[in-house]
């Protein structure tokens, strides 16, 4: 005996609903309308739709951190502006990670999380002095 299949009916009153929906949130959709590379300061800027533009260091990029200044500079706008690709290192980018800071995947994240926690400044040196003249950090404590 064959299994039977659910079948599900979403009615035009439905379907209507949801591209009135659609029509009433695009003009808020995180939507690239230019992109560019800028080499004085080796960031990819990108437009938005709202009139907001992010300007994105490229050696945080995933893909992009060892592009040279041309592969760089060929950058396209996918789909309805949802995407960046970049043809000769084949990296696509989604717009609205971007906007939320993520620029890699998950490995990538973590190493850039590293990195930027093994920063060494003049202030975190006089934080971390401070922090010893209290005492340091108190010892953890072993689990019962």
Not at 8 to 22: F, G, K, M, R, Y
Not at 84 to 108: K, Q
Not at 139 to 144: D, E, G, H, N
């Amino acid at each position: 005996m064959r299994g039977t299949k659910a079948r599900i009916l979403t009615t035009d009153a439905e379907i209507d609903a949801a591209i009135s929906l659609a029509n009433l949130r695009e003009p808020y959709r995180p939507k690239a309308v230019a992109v560019a590379y800028r080499p004085e300061d080796d960031v990819i800027v990108i437009k938005l739709a709202t009139g907001v533009e992010l300007a994105i260091p490229r050696r945080l990029l995933q893909g992009l951190e060892n592009a040279t200044t041309d592969q760089a500079a060929q950058v396209e706008i996918w789909g309805p502006g949802s995407s960046l690709h970049w043809e000769s290192l084949d990296v696509d980018h989604y717009i609205p990670s971007l906007i939320e800071g993520v620029f890699g995947n998950r490995r990538w994240m973590s190493a850039l999380g590293k990195r930027g926690g093994a920063v060494r400044s003049a202030a975190k040196t006089r934080a971390a002095r401070k922090n010893g003249r209290k005492g340091g950090r108190p010892r953890k404590r072993a689990a019962a």
